[in-house]
């Protein structure tokens, strides 16, 4: 009996180990494929852009509780050459022209657009930008010639816009008009008592702060690390034999009022950066404007759209639950706040009744969807610029 015991033990040991050599074997594969297609988009990208070159680090500095150097100074980790950064790891229009390093020397009407990664145009051309697809609308009426530069970032939300902004009118560029263009963002910050605070992207790709510096590490071996981390099969099986063990009771009343009370907060928050922003461009006679955006939860829980079908699966295969939960919870405060007494344009419903795909992925509309977009942001600017 014991020798069977010995030998079945030991045959499972061996299954063990062959599966613990193929997944190590799987890994290193993906790691060495990882590396070529950086190389690869690297030499794409120096190719077409010569000039790139690692942003000033007064922006990670200053911005340094919410990790952004990985998603904008390094364009070519994810984008390539549709990726075009200027000096200050900002994008920059798709001919190059319209970007900080060459602020001023354009003639033209500046105005800075403030925003997150749909600002930034995460996963589109340069041309179907939102700043591409404005500056395009409003150089279409004539006369005045307007340069549209795009001061987006990846999870960026009011509070690194007052600090972005702040630091761009310290190195002495001044624009005539700002834009702001916020919303879902404002949601998936929590604003930290001390310390540092956590990244939305980190917590809806399963990366920590660790993991996402140590895949934009120089070291190979820290990126194999993170890397294998996220990919590796027996990490993925550990994963759901501690959901198993762990698993949480389901979603409560009470923790959808916990979420409730914090959007209403983070709205607070909001408020108070619109405020600082307003007065800081009145001060310096720019033109602020403030836009709050669209997003497929408040299609949803209001009822302005049916989703299409690849829409539905995008939205039921999205972060379940957390990241519905929170969703919803915004969408609902959203509903109950006016925005008539303050000076913040809303455009949430502009894609009511639209039966088309707008969007690329539960956060970030599509061309189509920025295209919708633009023309109404254009309308609200054409008649007071």
């Known amino acids: 009996m014991k020798s069977r015991l010995r030998f079945v033990g030991l045959q499972i040991l061996l299954v063990v180990v062959v599966l613990v050599g193929l997944d190590l074997a799987g890994n290193a594969a993906r790691a060495i494929s990882f590396e070529y297609e950086q190389w690869a988009r690297a030499l794409r990208a120096d190719a077409v852009i010569p000039q790139e070159a ?3 680090r007064f922006v990670a500095e200053n911005l340094a509780w919410r990790y952004i150097e990985f998603y904008t100074m390094k364009p070519h980790f994810a984008w390539g050459r ?4 200027d000096g ?3 994008r920059a229009s798709a001919d190059g022209a319209v970007s900080f390093d060459r602020h001023d020397e354009q003639a033209c009407r500046k105005v800075w657009f403030f925003g997150g990664s749909t600002t930034m145009g995460t996963g589109l051309p340069a041309t179907s930008t939102l700043p591409a697809l404005l500056q395009e609308r409003l150089n279409a009426r004539g006369g005045e010639r307007f340069c549209v530069f795009n001061l987006g970032m990846a999870s960026q ?3 690194q816009e ?5 630091e761009m009118l310290q190195r002495g560029f001044r624009p005539q008009v700002v834009i702001f263009y916020d919303g879902i963002n404002e949601a998936f910050y929590e604003r930290p008592s001390a310390g540092l605070a956590s990244t939305p992207i980190w917590q ?3 990366l920590g702060p660790m ?4 895949m934009n590490s120089a070291s190979p071996l820290l990126r194999w690390r993170a890397a294998a981390s996220e990919a590796s099969g027996l990490v993925w099986l550990a994963q759901q034999v501690r959901a198993t063990w762990l698993t949480r009771p389901a979603t409560s009343p009470g923790d959808v009022a916990v979420l409730e009370r914090q959007m209403a907060t983070m709205m607070e928050h909001y408020r108070m950066n619109v405020r600082l922003l307003r007065g800081m461009a009145t001060d310096l006679g720019i033109r602020a404007f403030f836009f709050w955006q669209p997003a497929m939860s408040y299609d949803l829980h209001a009822g302005r759209r049916a989703l299409t079908e690849r829409e539905r699966v995008m939205w039921d295969e999205y972060g379940k639950p957390d990241e519905h939960l929170r969703h919803v919870a915004f969408a609902r405060h959203r509903a109950t706040t006016s925005f008539e007494d303050f000076p913040v344009f809303d455009v949430s419903d502009v894609f009511a009744g639209v039966r088309e795909q707008v969007y690329m992925d539960p956060r970030h509309p599509n061309s189509r969807g920025n295209a919708l977009i633009a023309d109404r942001l254009h309308a609200v600017l054409a008649e007071r610029l």
Do not use: H, I, N
């Open 88 to 90: 200050f790891g900002l």
């Open 162 to 166: 007052l600090l972005l902004f702040y």
């Open 82 to 85: 549709e990726y075009r950064m």
């Open 204 to 206: 809806v790709r399963g």
């Open 54 to 56: 690692p942003g000033p």
């Open 157 to 159: 939300e009011s509070t």
């Open 211 to 214: 993991q996402v510096q140590a």
